[in-house]
């Protein structure tokens, strides 16, 4: 992996995995909200902040 050149200023390819792991979460997130997920989840930040790891992680993976 190398590091992101955006303009001159240099990013770790982790800053990358967040941007893409932002734009996979928040249709996600729609669809979650659709079907109600609370009535299932018992603290709703901890239970998006899994699922925002758990898109990060499969990047991470993927690259």
């Known amino acids: 992996m190398k ?3 955006l303009f001159g200023i ?3 390819p982790f ?3 967040i941007f893409w792991a932002m734009v996979i ?3 996600v997130r729609l ?3 659709r079907i109600e997920i ?4 018992w603290h ?3 239970f998006d902040t899994a699922v925002f790891v758990i898109i990060i992680s ?3 993976l993927w690259f």
């Open 38 to 41: 609370q009535k299932w989840v």
């Open 58 to 60: 499969l990047i991470g």
């Open 25 to 27: 979460y928040f249709p």
């Open 44 to 46: 709703r930040p901890l």
């Open 3 to 5: 590091e992101i050149n």
């Open 10 to 12: 240099y990013f770790a």
């Open 31 to 33: 669809v979650l909200d």
């Open 15 to 17: 800053v990358g995995f």
